[in-house]
């Protein structure tokens, strides 16, 4: 259902880039969803984290992808997005607050990016992982919250 509501956000329908995270076992499956963004032509661009900071590298299918930090798959490319212009970022999470706030994974990463993002950031996660996050003051909600229940728009 989170997929369907995805496919179906019109954001990402408009969007020329997707920059979007390779999920595990433990977040919401990104794979389909990319393998309908390939398929739909659109740029692709997943992380790779390089000491405290993390770039978005353009991808053309998973068979350039390996083990990185973390044991996350990162793409093995060098082809770098840096212009946020028409792009959507798809925002893992623990978990989000109904205000579109998320509870990271404590790296620090996602934080650092938004710092010069100027896109549309869209979070996604399962109805039952919406609580109460703790907030600081350089944190920053996304502008979309995707659950299997439907799209919520957190600002304009």
Do not use: H, W
Not at 87 to 116: H, M, Q, W
């Amino acid at each position: 259902m989170i997929y369907n509501n995805l496919i179906s956000c019109q954001e990402i329908k408009n969007a020329d880039t997707i920059l979007t995270y390779i999920s595990t076992d433990i977040e919401v499956d990104t794979i389909k969803f990319i393998e309908y963004l390939l398929e739909s032509k659109k740029t692709v661009a997943v992380p790779k984290c390089e000491g405290k900071n993390m770039r978005f590298i353009k991808i053309t299918g998973f068979d350039s992808l390996v083990k990185g930090a973390f044991g996350i798959l990162e793409p093995t490319g060098s082809d770098e997005i840096t212009d946020f212009k028409e792009t959507v970022c798809i925002t893992p999470a623990l978990s989000f607050d109904n205000d579109g706030y998320r509870l990271g994974y404590g790296g620090g990463f996602y934080d650092r990016f938004f710092e010069k993002f100027d896109g549309i950031s869209v979070g996604i996660c399962y109805d039952s992982f919406i609580g109460s996050v703790p907030k600081e003051e350089y944190d920053r909600s996304v502008d979309i919250l995707v659950t299997e229940s439907g799209i919520r728009y957190m600002r304009k």
